[in-house]
């Protein structure tokens, strides 16, 4: 029997991971049956499962590697690109993280075992977030009256204030300038603000 690549294997995970994002957007956790799972990624439950022991495995997994792709956007841009990415569609990080954060979010709420094993996994994001801040507030650009931690709490809140209110299916078109508020709430007020960095 020929032996299958790393390259090969971590195709197929990614392959799966792609079509679980969509299927897990659009039916939910419950919703997103083996069979809607089969059809999303074009693969047999035996494929999808040899790489993921169970369906929670999956959608762990996929809400690991979106924590793990925010965190890289907030490493480079702040966490409030990652809140302009959920709300415009086409952006060079699209949202589809909302689905998963989405189903993330209920499932935290509602399913005490999925909480406790998310729980070993979801500091990425407000790892980064404070890293950058802490960049920030170093390099002068951020205020300094407020402490670090509490600073990633705003933002995180704030994050989770934006999930909600798209998760209601309310209006979106008129929360840039919120967010550009929640921007200058954290930085450091100059006279001449021009090129200060997004926290």
Known sequence: MPRVSQDHLDAR??????????????????????RRL??????????????????????????????????????????????????????????????????LSRRLRTDPEFRARWAERSDQLTRATRERLLRQHEAGKLRDDVDVDVLTAFLELVLEGLVSHLAMGLPADHLTPVLDLVEETVRVHHRNPAGAARP
């Open 13 to 34: 995970r990614r392959q799966i991971l792609d079509g679980a994002r969509v299927c897990f957007a659009r039916y939910g956790y419950e919703g997103a049956t083996v």
């Open 38 to 103: 089969e059809e999303a990624t074009g693969l047999s439950r035996g494929a999808i499962f040899h790489h993921f022991r169970d369906k929670e495995s999956l959608f762990l997994a996929l809400a690991e590697d979106d924590a793990v792709r925010m965190a890289q956007v907030v490493a480079d841009q702040g966490l409030v690109q990652v809140m302009r990415d959920l709300l415009t569609e086409g952006s060079a990080h699209p949202a589809d993280w909302l689905g998963t954060r989405l189903e």
